[in-house]
């Protein structure tokens, strides 16, 4: 806030660098360093970008990384669909009646501890080795980030705007559907991009646990065959999720939810 | 001016917090002239705020009860619309949209809804932003959508509470003026908290003055200027300038028996 005046134009007048020059520069200069790492290191301890780059490529045209993308993509949107319309249905309840909040308190609580693989056998004992046994584990991992996060979204609605709704006589279900969940809605989207963080792990663990389908088959596959690029190839596409999903959650809030960072912006 | 729109009678109301129990209003009596403008005047802490909106309904009492036209007030009143200094226009609404609450709450039908939403925006001069996001506007239009929410369901009392507190002075004039305008034109009933003597004095038929510890009612005093007041400088008025010195004389000379 308070760089002095002739900082400010020191700086501007300095020689002006496109914005992401920096990153990218370092982004480069690690490639660069990792490339050349390759011509002393043994090509089964870590491959080189040039050759997880053509493993890529070769798995794209082999065709199996397509269907496993396809498998594992279905897998956790649905998983993560039921995940957040369940979390976010049973937070905004939670939060807006005390009875339903201390009657399931104990139990989100002792999910949300429990570290989730724990339960993967137990999933398999219920459903057996199936779509069905992974769909369960994705969203039983997505589920309570996003319920605790709208949970908090919805007790900690600004006071003012709930007293709005009350002066100007907003039956109980307008006040939910007008007042409590949009203002929650920044927390809400907070839970929804740690859960779907969590949908990516959940969906490879059960495809390494559960039945040997789609990305974590082919980490385990490549990995047991010593295939270390193909393995990095296979790496990089699920760090691609990761991305991927992260600007998905930016620019669901960027596009309808404008407010927030405005009104973010207008409190400093 | 006819008989009393809203009758306060002896409400107390009382805070327990964990420093003990504060007593914020004690035993305050007041009637409500209809199509009166009526100001509470005093220092902050002496429950101004708080009878203003326990007159809404907003706020319970802790003894006495408010008549609205004779009944007695359960809950928030759907006669009485509030100003709030803080405005508080939800981000995630347009302007039209936030002035559309109060009606949404009485069931009106969307088209209806937005009819009325912007006849009350043109009326307070911002039909031409109606689809604006409300962050996008200055403090002060911020405030007239506030007003404009109120006046949407035609409300036959007006509760203004420090609107144009967080304002600055020339949108504050400005405003003021706007609000005896619409006073006179629409022939409602205002109730207008302020700490600022001048305020109350331009916009008031009648002056109620409060003092702290405990909070409570010392006096009401008849303005007796003439209507409309933008047209002369009320300010180097005679009669306001002895009514502005008595309302400070005796506040003051009461904190200072207080102290």
Request: some cysteine; charged content about 20%.
């Given at each position: ?6 900082a ?19 982004v480069?200069?690690v ?31 082999w065709g ?18 039921a ?97 409590s ?24 663990v ?55 960072s ?7 | ?7 306060v ?101 969307p ?149």
């Open positions: 806030m308070s760089v002095p005046a002739a400010r134009d020191a700086a501007d007048r300095s020689v002006r660098l496109p914005r992401n020059t920096v990153p990218v520069l370092a480069l200069i490639l660069g360093i990792w490339q050349l790492s390759g011509l002393f290191l043994n090509p089964i301890l870590i491959s080189t970008p040039a050759e997880v780059g053509r493993e890529l490529f070769w798995l794209l045209r199996a990384l397509e269907l496993a993308l396809v498998e594992s993509l279905r897998e956790m949107l649905i998983g993560l669909a995940g957040l319309s369940v979390g976010i249905a049973l937070g905004v309840l939670m939060g807006r009646y005390m009875t339903v909040e201390k009657l399931l308190a104990p139990f989100v609580n002792f999910f949300n501890a429990t570290p989730l693989v724990v339960v993967i056998p137990l999933l398999v004992i219920w459903v057996g080795i199936s779509i069905k046994a992974r769909l369960l584990f994705v969203f039983l991992v997505t589920l309570w980030p996003v319920l605790l996060n709208t949970l908090a979204g919805i007790k900690n609605v600004q006071r003012g705007y709930v007293e709005v709704g009350m002066a100007f006589g907003l039956s109980e279900s307008q006040m939910v559907r007008c007042i969940i949009p203002a929650a809605v920044p927390y809400i989207l907070t839970g929804v991009r740690i859960s779907a963080g969590l949908a990516i792990i959940g969906m490879i059960s495809e390494m646990e559960v039945s040997f389908v789609g990305l974590g088959f082919l980490l385990l596959h490549f990995g047991s065959a010593f295939e270390t690029g193909r393995l990095m190839a296979v790496i990089a596409v699920a760090s691609l999720f990761g991305i991927v999903n992260v600007l998905a959650v930016k620019w669901v809030q960027a596009r309808f939810f404008p407010w927030i405005a009104v973010a912006a207008e409190g400093q | 001016m006819s008989g009393a729109v809203i009758e009678r002896n409400v107390s109301k009382n805070y327990t917090g964990r420093h003990g129990a504060v007593n914020a209003l004690a035993g305050v009596s007041l009637e409500v002239r209809a199509g009166e403008f009526l100001s509470l005047v005093g220092p902050s802490g002496c429950g101004k705020t708080t009878l203003l909106r326990i007159i809404d309904g907003i706020t319970l009492p802790s003894g006495g009860d408010v008549l609205f036209e004779g009944r007695r007030l359960e809950g928030v009143s759907r006669d009485m619309a509030f100003v709030f200094q803080d405005i508080n226009l939800l981000p995630w609404r347009s302007v039209v949209e936030n002035v559309e609450i109060g009606l949404l709450a009485r069931g009106m039908p088209e209806e809804r937005r009819r009325r939403a912007l006849e009350t925006l043109e009326l307070v001069g911002l039909r031409a932003v109606a689809a604006a996001p409300p962050y996008a506007l200055s403090g002060g239009m911020q405030q007239r959508v506030g007003v404009a929410r109120a006046l949407a369901i035609h409300p036959k009392v007006l509760l203004m509470d420090e609107p144009f507190g967080h304002l600055d002075n020339f949108t504050r004039e400005v405003l003021q003026i706007e609000i005896a305008k619409l006073w006179r034109r629409l022939r409602m009933t205002v109730v207008f908290v302020t700490h600022d003597v001048d305020e109350a004095i331009f916009l008031s038929d009648r002056i109620a003055l409060m003092q702290t510890g405990p909070g409570r009612l010392m006096d009401v005093l008849e303005v007796g200027l003439p209507h409309p007041r933008w047209e002369f400088n009320v300010r180097a008025d005679a009669r306001a300038i002895a009514l502005r010195e008595s309302i400070i004389e005796q506040l003051h000379v009461l904190r200072g028996v207080m102290v």
